[in-house]
């Protein structure tokens, strides 16, 4: 089966029906971009940035961020590479931040001060990291997204800090390159209102790790309710359908780059509910291709319409399978 697959690397991921899907990467550092190019990946949909402000005393310098980026970039030899803001505050939680590197103690840390909104509360650290990614933004296509944001005011908010960052760096004469903007779509208020996220946004990417955690009220890392987490819940898949439509209704890119994107028990789902870019585990890219390969975006379109509108999750499964039943 592994020769089988090993066969996609060079497939176009197309469907039956001739529509061209993009196989994007999720990746923490430079060393994945190997296996992305030997994997025929189209790109990175997610590059985490995390990893640089963890393990360590003190914030990372701008110069720091631009080499890793940059580095990145052009090893990516002009596949797109969409740099995520950093998003800490959960489990990530830098010893520079005044608390040793342990857990946030915080009662509800999911719903505290993470993401986008830690960001905002340390104005220094968030520019210089767009700083840095606008510089790298020279060496490559790079694109750069919001994670973790809840509303609008969130969206304006973070773009005003990115206007700030270019004028510093034109007022430093330093070269950089305009880059495309995003925000992730991961907490129910902002699927809710992505009709006007979408305006101030190039693109968006779904993040349902989160999505699926904040709209069922199931903690994601809590063993005790991990049956309870339920990727294709009918709360999830109307709201990821509404994100999906709109999102195609007015032309701007969506993506999707939590986990069940590399989940061939979603991808047509998926492909019926009208995504076409899939950010995943590179681990997994041969696996979703293969079933793309297979699969004819018109049938899957008439067959959705059933699973969006049915509320019960106990026929969520047989559902999913009857979709899932490979035709000759
Ligand atoms: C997500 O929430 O789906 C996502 C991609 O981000 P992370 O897993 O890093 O929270
Ligand atoms: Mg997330």
Known sequence: RQRALNK????????????????????????????????????????????????RDTLPEEEELYQVYSDIAKKLKGKPLTIRTVDLGVDKNPRWFGNNGTPNAALNPALGLTGIRL???????????????????????IRMMFPMIASLSELKQSLVHLETAKKQLTERGEPFAEVDVGCMIEIPSAALTVSSLLKWVDFVSIGTNDLIQYTLSVDRSDDAVSHLYQPAHPAVIKLLSHIIRTANRVGKGVSLCGEMAGDTTYTRLLLGLGLRKFSMNINNLLDVKDVILRSDTEDLENDIIKIVRNEDPDKTDALLKKLNEFDP
């Open 119 to 141: 960001c905002h509360a340390e104005p220094v650290m968030f520019r210089t990291q767009m700083r840095a990614i606008l510089r790298a933004a020279v060496h490559g296509k």
């Open 8 to 55: 996609l690397k060079k497939t176009a991921a197309t469907t039956a029906d001739g529509e061209e899907i993009e196989l994007l990467a999720n990746i923490e550092s430079a060393d994945d971009i190997k296996a992305l190019h030997n994997l025929g990946a189209d790109g990175v949909g997610l590059l985490r940035t995390e990893f640089l402000y963890l393990n």
